[in-house]
């Protein structure tokens, strides 16, 4: 079974754009949300996903990831998730021996920028680069659940 541990820190300056070695564009749909769990599709570029998350206990959850046909995939996205697509730039940002996610949003969400570093363990050390800014792993408003309901609030409101 599949276990995702990450800490996210919003991003205190662009020094990381010099590091960054790729990038890759991100739609995000959420399928279903409950108690902590969720389903979302994923398009990285032209590849889908379907991920299943389970609660968080601490900074761990279980993770399934499958790769679904793009026809499918875009089927969930523009049918089946309300019109809630987040959009954002992901850049890899290598620092030391870890590579760093940083996410540019877009749209609803333009100007936010967070990093996030998978770990192996919750207690896995690493090495703050020097343009993270504060540590917003667990606080609910960084959640993409969260960035997905805001998403929601704003579309009604622009209707």
Do not use: N
């Amino acid at each position: 079974m599949a276990k995702e541990i990450e800490r996210k820190f919003l991003v205190a300056s662009g020094d990381w754009r010099r590091a960054a070695t790729h990038k890759v564009e991100i739609r995000d749909g959420l399928l279903a949300f409950r108690d902590g769990r969720k389903v979302r599709v994923r398009f990285y570029d032209d590849r889908a996903t379907l991920s299943v998350k389970g609660p968080k206990s601490g900074l761990t959850r279980d993770e399934f990831e499958y790769e679904i046909p793009h026809g499918d995939g875009l089927t969930l996205l523009e049918q089946h998730c309300d019109g809630e697509v987040l959009r954002k730039t992901r850049h890899f940002v290598p620092e030391g021996a870890d590579v760093w996610t940083v996410d540019e949003y877009h749209g609803v969400h333009e100007g936010l920028v967070v990093a996030e570093l998978e770990l192996a363990t919750e207690e896995t050390p690493f090495e703050r680069p020097c343009w993270l800014g504060a540590e917003v792993t667990g606080k609910s408003r960084y959640r993409q659940s969260s960035l997905f309901k805001e998403h929601r609030r704003v579309m009604k409101r622009t209707g």
